[in-house]
């Protein structure tokens, strides 16, 4: 398959481009600036958009509370804005230069010039409405646009389809290049092909501000699964080892997590089931710890993780 018609081409390697993510995937809405960078970063940019300007310091805890708020505000506005950070530390001309005496201080940059700001550890609402007030409400159109092709690349990847889903995933990221559903899609996308290198190649570049959320955890945790189940041997000797042995609980975990990596998720979960009705103590309870592990991996909407939650309560409450 050539890279034209590759719906993987780029991901988790040399991306370029709004689809495509770099070595460290790109906060395209946020960045840190210096003075020498300021009138680039800032008075540049802002005639494409609007700018804010965070300036704080490593010292002072304000500016952490709000570090991840206005973050997430921006990283939502899908680039109707942009936030640009200066540490007054190390760069102390430019606040120096518009009078900012106290921190966190956030000013908006319009055309090249300040038109508004405030100051303080404001909470999430008034972050919100400040932005909206400099660049409008958000396109719920967009969003709602972008919702549904993330619904129906999920539909295609429940059905099999990676190569369609991975498509519709790289487009979504056209859009918004840091959506989480998306770059963890293209990941799952990998998985279901083989290709274990390359989601983990994606997943260990993304920035923590990205690999924290719940959906490429998942992604993460799954990696780990698959790249533990290779080394636990042949599923078919273990299969003979418990024909030989049904209480052999240790070959029986390691099946339970073979078979979960190849899919077979009913199979993976009646294994650890099994190993709590015969006994609970085995590995400190580890066959529950297990199955656990699994529904976070599954998600709770996953229909095995609700078939095995309802066997798992019977044995735990009855």
């Not at 950070?85 to 190390?90: P, T």
């Not at 979504?172 to 998985?191: H, S």
């Not at 095995?304 to 735990?316: D, E, G």
Request: hydrophobic content about 40%; charged content about 25%.
């Amino acid at each position: 398959m050539s890279d034209n018609n590759n719906p993987y081409s780029g991901f988790g390697g040399q991306m370029t481009g709004h689809a495509h993510m770099g070595d460290t995937p790109p906060r395209n809405h946020i960045r840190d600036t210096t003075t020498a960078g300021f009138a680039k970063d800032v008075l540049e940019e802002s005639r494409k958009q609007p700018v804010l300007v965070d300036f704080w310091a490593p010292w002072c805890g304000p500016c952490r509370q709000l570090a991840p708020v206005i973050e997430k505000v921006v990283g939502e506005s899908n680039g109707r804005v942009k936030l640009v950070k200066l540490n007054i530390d190390d760069h102390p001309a430019i606040p120096g230069q518009l009078g900012i005496q106290s921190i966190p201080a956030v000013v908006a940059f319009v055309n090249g010039q300040p038109v508004d700001g405030f100051m303080g550890a404001v909470p999430e609402s008034q972050v919100r409405q400040f932005i909206e007030k400099l660049a409008g409400p958000a396109d719920n159109a967009g969003e709602a646009e972008l919702t549904a092709a993330l619904d129906e690349a999920d539909g295609l990847v429940a059905a099999g389809n990676f190569e369609d889903a991975a498509q519709l995933f790289g487009a979504v990221m056209q859009a918004d290049p840091e959506n989480v559903r998306a770059i963890a899609g293209i990941a799952e996308c990998m998985l279901g092909t083989g290709q274990h290198e390359r989601a983990s190649q994606l997943v260990a570049n993304l920035p923590e501000t990205l690999s924290k959320a719940p959906e490429l955890q998942a992604v993460a945790k799954r990696l780990e699964q698959i790249n533990e189940a290779r080394k636990l041997g042949d599923p078919q000797a273990l299969e003979h080892e418990l024909a030989l042995d049904p209480d052999n609980h240790e070959a029986r975990i390691k099946l339970a997590k073979i078979l979960n990596v190849q899919g077979r998720r009913e199979e993976a979960a009646e294994h650890l089931l099994i190993i709590m009705r015969r006994d609970r103590t085995f590995d400190d309870d580890g066959a529950r710890r297990q199955l656990l592990q699994f529904f976070d991996v599954w998600g709770p909407k996953d229909p095995v993780t609700a078939m095995a939650r309802r066997k798992l309560s019977s044995i735990l409450f009855s």
